[in-house]
């Protein structure tokens, strides 16, 4: 079991940033292939951005690219999600999410490819 534990989370003004980080209990989590996705009530949880567990690519949802960046750091097991330039509509729960050595060729952005979750933590964007 990878236990998942988001922060970072909290109150930016439309246009600020926030840096949200997750860490994982996982000795192994360099080789899990980690994502963010987010939620509002009512919708989907949708995909954010991901990094995969073999070279580190990078893919992102088409509205955060350009602002948003994800990193890893593995001696810490922890990723992060660096949010800039946020939006009044990107108010959400943020979920970090780990599934381990998914296969290269398997694109990481379907949240049913993940089997690790973490709790969540809350971004509120004030206009």
């Known amino acids: 079991q990878v236990q998942l534990v988001e922060s970072g989370g909290g109150l930016v003004q439309a246009g600020g940033s926030l840096r949200l980080s997750c860490t994982a209990s996982?000795?192994?989590?360099?080789?899990?292939?980690k994502g963010w996705f987010r939620q509002t009530p009512g919708k989907d949880r949708e995909f954010v951005a991901a990094i995969t567990w073999n070279g580190g690519n990078r893919y992102y949802a088409d509205s955060v690219k350009g602002r948003f960046t994800i990193s890893r750091d593995n001696a810490k097991n922890t990723v992060y999600l660096q949010m800039n330039s946020l939006k009044p509509e990107e108010p959400a729960v943020y979920y970090c999410?780990?599934?381990?050595?998914?296969?290269?060729?398997?694109?990481?952005?379907?949240?049913?490819?993940?089997?690790?979750w973490g709790q969540g933590t809350q971004v509120t964007v004030s206009s």
């Open positions: 996982a000795r192994t989590f360099s080789s899990y292939t």
């Open positions: 999410a780990a599934v381990w050595r998914i296969n290269p060729a398997t694109l990481p952005t379907d949240r049913a490819l993940y089997n690790y």
